[in-house]
């Protein structure tokens, strides 16, 4: 099935530095990627959606200076937390939708991002 | 805006005891239930989509169902590798967004 790995599994950074994240799906290419950020014991809240070759979206209430998206290439799509703050640590995870070869959302292992 | 909600928050089992999560959902046009897998510190896994009511998906142990309303997640004679927390997501309407429910955080003891 489709694989999206995502790099790092966890950082540690220090308060007023920047972090990139990225998502690469294997073996076939995504022209979207739902990035979303989960709190402990939270589910899943949708941050943005990134599109090959044009702006990323964000959804009401995100920062899309502090969130910075690129979608550069159909197989990589990367989340910069710039100017990092404690309350930005979290645990962020991407996610390419369904195509005509995969029924579900692939899902990143997930990037846990601790802000000292 | 799309509702998805999921009982019970935390459900302790017995290795062998059967039970059902559930998750109820308000979206006009229904496009797509996902239920997923999530094991602390990874990312959800996939387990089932569900499309239409009446629908009805198995994979091992685990069997979902979907009504017009809501959808059931049946665990039949759980082992203690079923923990986990299950998390149940709607496709919106208009587009490929998925809202989540709060899941459900299964323990299955041995």
């Known amino acids: 099935g489709a694989v999206v790995s995502q790099h790092p599994s966890w950082v540690i950074c220090k308060s007023g530095t920047s972090v990139k994240i990225e998502c690469r799906s294997l073996d076939f290419q995504a022209t979207t990627m739902f990035w979303y950020r989960q709190f402990p014991k939270q589910s899943l809240m949708l941050m943005a959606t990134?599109?090959?070759?044009?702006?990323?979206?964000?959804e009401q209430g995100v920062e899309k200076d502090k969130f910075l998206i690129n979608h550069a290439s159909l197989t990589l799509s990367t989340l910069t937390v710039t100017s990092a703050h404690p309350e930005d640590s979290s645990f962020y995870i991407c996610s390419a939708p369904p195509d005509r070869y995969n029924y579900g959302y692939t899902f990143g292992s997930g990037t846990r991002l601790t802000v000292v | 805006e799309d509702q998805v909600t999921q009982s019970p928050e935390a459900l302790r089992l017995q290795e062998g005891e059967s039970s059902s999560l559930n998750c109820s959902y308000t979206?006009?046009?229904?496009?797509?239930l996902f239920w997923y897998r999530q094991d602390p510190g990874k990312g959800p896994e996939f387990l089932f989509t569900?499309?239409?009511a009446g629908e009805e998906k198995e994979k091992e142990r685990l069997k979902a169902t979907l009504t017009k309303k809501e959808s059931f997640l049946h665990i039949t004679a759980p082992k203690p590798e079923d923990s986990a927390t299950y998390l149940c997501a709607v496709q919106d309407p208009e587009d490929y967004k998925l809202s989540f429910g709060a899941g459900t955080t299964v323990t299955v003891r041995a």
């Open positions: 979206v006009s046009g229904l496009r797509g």
């Open positions: 569900l499309y239409s």
């Open positions: 990134s599109n090959e070759g044009s702006k990323a979206t964000y």
